[in-house]
């Protein structure tokens, strides 16, 4: 019980630090975005993040996911992450939350 407490805990903890990532030309979190596809948590602690970008040649496709893998590590308890980029399926507007089409004038 308190192990699978534990992992839903790192869970949250990973979504609040993937709401500090923006991409760079759009002025919301990768995460509500619709970016991040999956967040799995092991119970070794260690994170592996399935996600995408905007477009395959995004100018971040470098720098993002090791952003995104740098600050996941950073966090107190994960031993280890690995982000892993798809564009299976790829990204459309349709994966923004609410929040972020309310954000860039879309609804």
């Known amino acids: 019980m308190s192990e699978e407490k ?13 709401k500090t ?20 948590v092991n119970e070794d602690d260690q994170v592996k993040i399935l996600m995408t970008l905007t477009t ?3 100018p971040v496709a470098e720098t993002l996911p090791a952003e ?3 600050k996941v590590k950073s966090i107190k308890d994960i031993k280890d992450a690995e982000v892993e980029i798809t564009f299976d399926p790829p990204w459309s507007q349709d ?13």
């Open 68 to 70: 995104v893998e740098d």
């Open 56 to 58: 395959p040649n995004c």
């Open 6 to 18: 534990n992992t839903e805990e790192l869970g949250e903890k990973i979504v609040r630090v993937l």
């Open 95 to 107: 994966l923004m939350s609410e929040e972020a089409k309310l954000e860039l004038g879309m609804l």
């Open 21 to 40: 990532i923006y991409d760079p030309e759009i002025p919301v979190d990768i995460y509500e975005l619709g970016l991040i596809y999956d967040v799995l």
